[in-house]
C-alpha cells in the first residue's frame, strides 16, 4: 500500500526501513525523519504523516529503548527532590 504519494514509499519500505535500523542498532530511536532518511528521500507536503505514524506503530521493532523510557517521570521526580530540597533549606 502507498503510504507517501509524493515520494512513493509504501508500507512495506517503512517496514524494511525500521528493520533494519533496528538490527544495525538495537538502541536507536526511531523516528519518520530518520525512516525517510533511510529510504533516501525526504518528506514533502507532509499530508502522509499520520498514516505513516500509524505503519510505524504496527512495526514491533519501533519499541523505545528500555534506557530512554521514563526520562520525563525521572526528571519530575528530580524536580521535587530539589524543590523539596530548596524549601527545607529556607526554613
Ligand atoms: S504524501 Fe508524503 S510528503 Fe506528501
Given at each position: 500500500?502507498?503510504?507517501?504519494?509524493?515520494r512513493?514509499?509504501?508500507?512495506?519500505d517503512i517496514h524494511?526501513a525500521?528493520?533494519w535500523?533496528?538490527a544495525?542498532?538495537?538502541?536507536?530511536?526511531i523516528?519518520?525523519g530518520k525512516?525517510y532518511?533511510?529510504?533516501?528521500?525526504?518528506p514533502?507536503c507532509?499530508?502522509?504523516?499520520?498514516?505513516?505514524?500509524?505503519?510505524?506503530r504496527?512495526?514491533p521493532?519501533?519499541?523505545?529503548?528500555?534506557?530512554?523510557r521514563?526520562l520525563?517521570?525521572?526528571?519530575?521526580?528530580?524536580d521535587?527532590?530539589?524543590?523539596?530540597?530548596?524549601?527545607?533549606?529556607?526554613?
Amino acid at each position: 500500500m502507498i503510504v507517501c504519494h509524493c515520494r512513493a514509499i509504501t508500507d512495506r519500505d517503512i517496514h524494511a526501513a525500521i528493520d533494519w535500523m533496528r538490527a544495525a542498532d538495537k538502541d536507536t530511536l526511531i523516528t519518520p525523519g530518520k525512516v525517510y532518511r533511510a529510504l533516501g528521500k525526504t518528506p514533502d507536503c507532509g499530508g502522509c504523516l499520520p498514516l505513516f505514524l500509524g505503519t510505524m506503530r504496527d512495526n514491533p521493532n519501533l519499541d523505545i529503548p528500555m534506557q530512554l523510557r521514563n526520562l520525563r517521570a525521572g526528571a519530575t521526580q528530580e524536580d521535587r527532590a530539589c524543590k523539596a530540597t530548596r524549601k527545607s533549606s529556607t526554613i
